[in-house]
């Protein structure tokens, strides 16, 4: 999706061989519309009294520009005595005020001057650029004023949209192409509050026929609306999160190019589709990464209000927010009212203020006052105030609640449960459940939570509303809410499938993300290689820089990842779990399933704050790897009551699907009812939200191929080499160098056991990211879960390979469950860092038992057996086994597996 851009900039960049600009690509931001020169390119227009344009240069993320400064000038006018630090820098692009002062006459005229990077005195001559200078707004002014009855013509949507489209063309002939872009925009807008599919598919013909020349830099800050606003049609229309994604992505590349704050709105709008999929927190770190970044930039506050408002959302929504996080959404909101109390309309001020009492009554205060004020701002008519009226009853019953009046709470709730507005509806339904259950009627609801349910079904079916989510957070506790109240009522079965339901809805959400193609596309590549650069030592003031660069890299990678178009069709994982265990407020419930029937296992109390706490308190130890054995059970205690199974209910494998954050939990190293670990008793696996289908083996394909020390300097590693060689002297060992990226790309299409011990590089913002560090280059989850067709097993025996945060469904598990995605039946991961010499030791004594029994789970089971006589559980707890789709019989090949011909895949060459 970014080869075009890429294309582009490219276009746009000095020759070859320049020093400082070398692959930089410059334009201009400020001007009001541009103009066409003889060979059809566009310049930007300054109109009337603009007084000021900002050069904006975008360089590699790698290039250093923390002490880069800027001479500039008006064609003929002496260039500036001194050098001036740029006005806004964000990212890879600075960018450089330009005073216009000196312009007197219409027409073409030139920008010029020097780059000087103070740091080493290097200096390098701008080619002077063309921008055109026009004197006279009339023209502009007046087309521009000719809105505003089209605005006003009444509440007729379609007939707007027609009037501006026919201003649009008249501003085109004009010679204002960035204006008439900016009606026709208009005109999209107006065509997708109609809402029908038939004026749905007209503002996705507008967008479409576009002009090319929209992506020229000269338009980046149009062209950047036009991607947006392809991203709330596609959510609009249904057309799945990664083509939206997509489109955000470029958007978020055409405001970079120009540090415009508007990528404050991009990022609003990916927290929204992050909140909406299950990842939380991530959406939450994104945003707030987002508006710190922006505060550094010094960017104007247009677009800062909507960013704080979504951001005191996620953190208000989520269940578990304590009263000092929501003293912080409660800061944010007031930030954005006070600070931007005049430039906000009415429906924004009536948006914040119904959040603000939503949050004081969180925190137990009276929302009273708050609410009159904001439906007072909405007043009485359109969609929007109806469902701040809704939603006001939503805050209100909490408070009556409280207060002790649970049956007028309780009326508030089944108001809006019968509102007919999916969200709101759940959540009402939602709310008159919890005040049922107080009163102790569970039939009714657990009649009310069916009810949130299927309206959160209707809401996940729907075109996306960026306007008023619940969200995953609000939505999941719904799920676990209504699988409790149905054992409790003596269905466990209803409440096992309550919880499949909840996977199947999440894949919904998540359909296009990281598995699709079979290798990395070069433009990934090229990123990866981008962000390696960035690795080196650097000065504090470049550090700054850099981590600017290095999130606008993380991003657009995480966007290509999201722009896939998905796995094609997945299970839920449900069929193959023994036991399947969810939190809710104050207790972790564990069911089981023994063939057709499920049971209610075991009900642990656990309030959701402690288990967060020894969840978070376990990651730590894991981390550190040197926990004694007394102090990990300790840790582990209270886990190791609700989870673990008593010791006559295990069988030979033990398969686990776990939701929220008891997915951290390391299952294999808690202490049974006997005093044993649970991993001495059964062979643990965790069963992930989704599988793919299970490989069908062919003599074509079943191979066996270990990755080796691809970087050099895994030493143990290296020395379990000979010995794979030995145990399977058919298998095709890449060590080394040999272990390229596209030599692994290509062997493991045909391999059917794969083992590679590399680094691998985990990253918690953007866990999708996640890669293997091969000799040359990268393998991330995406081109792991595209090598699908005959895997059957795979150990990926990396730091932080299993490693993901925990979700809303049973859990995703980063690489490793990319390939348990792809349609791979059994996968060994890491969540957390592993030692090398556990490592080592854990992997021998695995392939040797696996080479004598063809036993993955038993030779699984022997080599934890192994390690746990040297080493603390808090070391060997990393290790994670997961399982998927049920394998088929491989063809019988002999001994061992059948070997690879190596020497027919091409080299890639070492680049290191």
């Excluded at 300790?634 to 033990?654: C, K, M, Q």
């Amino acid at each position: 999706m970014w080869a075009a851009l890429l294309l582009l900039m490219q276009a746009c960049a000095p020759a070859p061989g320049n020093d400082l600009l070398e692959d930089a690509t410059w334009t201009f931001r400020g001007h009001r519309d541009a103009s066409f020169t003889a060979d059809g390119s566009l310049m930007p227009k300054v109109i009337g009294n603009e007084n000021m344009l900002d050069l904006c240069i975008e360089t590699r993320p790698s290039v250093d520009t923390s002490q880069w400064q800027a001479r500039l000038h008006i064609g003929g006018d002496a260039a500036p005595a001194e050098s001036k630090p740029p006005a806004v820098r964000f990212g890879s692009t600075v960018c450089y005020g330009v005073p216009l002062g000196s312009i007197k006459t219409a027409g073409i005229q030139e920008v010029c001057g020097s780059i000087e990077d103070v740091y080493d005195g290097r200096r390098q001559d701008l080619p002077c650029r063309p921008i055109m200078f026009e004197p006279d707004t009339t023209t502009f002014s007046e087309l521009w004023q000719q809105r505003l009855p089209a605005l006003r013509s009444g509440v007729d949507h379609l007939e707007m949209a027609a009037q501006l489209r026919d201003l649009g063309d008249r501003a085109e002939d004009a010679g204002y192409p960035l204006l008439g872009v900016r009606f026709d925009l208009m005109a999209v807008y107006f065509l997708r509050q109609q809402g029908t599919e038939a004026a749905l598919g007209e503002a996705g013909s507008l967008l479409a026929t576009l002009p090319d020349w929209i992506n020229h830099p000269a338009a980046s800050e149009s062209a950047a609306i036009v991607a947006l606003e392809r991203a709330n049609l596609a959510m609009e229309r249904d057309a799945g999160p990664g083509e939206a994604w997509e489109h955000l992505g470029h958007a978020e590349a055409h405001y970079s190019r120009i540090a415009d704050s508007g990528i404050l709105a991009v990022a609003n709008r990916q927290a929204g589709m992050l909140f909406r999929i299950g990842a939380e927190q991530p959406a939450r770190e994104r945003l707030g990464r987002m508006l710190d970044r922006s505060r550094e930039a010094g960017f104007d506050n247009r677009h800062l209000p909507a960013a704080q408002i979504t951001l005191s959302w996620l953190i208000a929504q989520d269940p578990s927010t304590d009263h000092l996080a929501l003293d912080e959404a409660e800061g944010l909101l007031r930030s954005a009212l006070d600070a931007n109390s005049n430039a906000l309309g009415a429906a924004e001020r009536a948006n914040i203020l119904m959040n603000l009492a939503y949050i004081e009554a969180r925190l137990g205060r009276d929302p009273g006052p708050l609410l009159e004020r904001s439906l007072a701002e909405a007043g009485e008519d359109g969609l929007k105030a109806r469902r701040l009226a809704l939603w006001s009853r939503l805050v209100r019953s909490d408070h009556l609640s409280a207060a002790g009046k649970p049956e007028q709470a309780l009326d508030e709730c089944r108001a809006v449960a019968d509102s007919g507005e999916p969200r709101l509806a759940a959540w009402g339904a939602s709310c008159a459940a919890a005040l049922l259950r107080r009163q102790g009627d569970l039939e009714a609801a657990g009649s009310a939570l069916e009810t949130a349910l299927a309206n959160h079904e209707r809401d996940a079916a729907r075109p996306t509303d960026r306007n008023m989510k619940l969200g995953p957070g609000r939505r999941a506790e719904d799920f676990y809410r209504a699988a409790r109240n149905a054992t409790e009522l003596g269905h466990p079965g209803r409440a096992w499938q309550i919880l499949e339901q909840l996977d199947a809805l999440t894949l919904r959400d998540r359909d296009g993300s990281v598995c699709d193609s079979a290798t990395d596309s070069d433009e990934e590549q090229a990123l990866l290689d981008e962000l390696s650069r960035l690795s080196v030592p650097a000065s504090p003031a470049r550090k700054r820089q850099r981590a600017g660069a290095r999130q606008s890299l993380m991003s657009r990678l995480e966007a290509t990842i999201a722009s896939r178009s998905g796995c094609g069709a997945l299970g839920t994982g449900g069929e193959i779990a023994d036991y399947r265990a969810f939190p809710v407020e104050n207790e972790v419930i564990l069911l089981r399933r023994d063939g057709e029937r499920t049971t209610l296992y075991r009900r642990t109390p656990l309030e959701r704050n402690a288990l967060a706490q020894r969840v978070a308190e376990i990651e730590k130890a894991l981390d550190r790897r040197d926990v004694d054995a007394t102090e990990w059970r300790r840790l582990t205690e209270p886990l190791a009551r609700a989870l673990a199974p008593r010791t006559d209910d295990l069988g030979d494998v033990t398969r686990f699907a776990l939701h929220g954050a008891l997915q951290q939990v390391p299952l294999a190293a808690l202490e049974t009812d006997s005093g044993e670990w649970l991993a001495t008793r059964t062979t643990v696996a965790n069963v992930p939200a989704h599988t793919g289908s299970a490989a069908q083996p062919t003599g074509e394909t079943d191979r066996t191929l270990f990755v080796v020390n691809p970087t050099g300097d895994l030493a143990q590693a290296s020395r379990l080499a000979g010995e794979y060689r030995t145990l399977f002297p058919d298998a095709d060992v890449l060590e080394g160098a040999r272990a390229s990226a596209e030599t692994v790309r290509l062997a493991l299409t045909g391999a059917r056991w794969v083992h590679i011990d590399a680094h691998a590089t985990y990253e918690p913002s953007f866990p999708d990211l996640t890669r293997l560090v091969l000799a040359d280059g990268w393998l991330t989850a995406a081109g792991l879960a595209g090598l699908r067709p005959s895997l059957e097993f795979a150990n990926l025996s990396a730091c932080g390979s299993g490693r993901y945060p925990a979700t809303a469904d049973s859990g995703h598990y980063g690489l490793a469950g990319s390939l348990i995605k792809g349609g791979a039946s059994w996968v060994i991961g890491a969540r957390a860092d592993l030692d090398e010499t556990l490592a080592s030791e854990f992997n021998g004594a695995f392939y040797r038992e696996l080479a004598l029994s063809g036993d993955i789970p038993a030779a699984h089971t022997a080599a934890l057996h192994d390690v746990m006589k040297r080493h603390a559980p808090s070391s060997w707890g990393a290790l994670l086994l997961l399982r998927g789709s049920e394998p088929s019989e491989a063809p019988e090949t002999g001994s061992g597996r059948l070997a690879y011909n190596v020497a027919a895949v091409p080299m890639a060459g070492d680049r290191r």
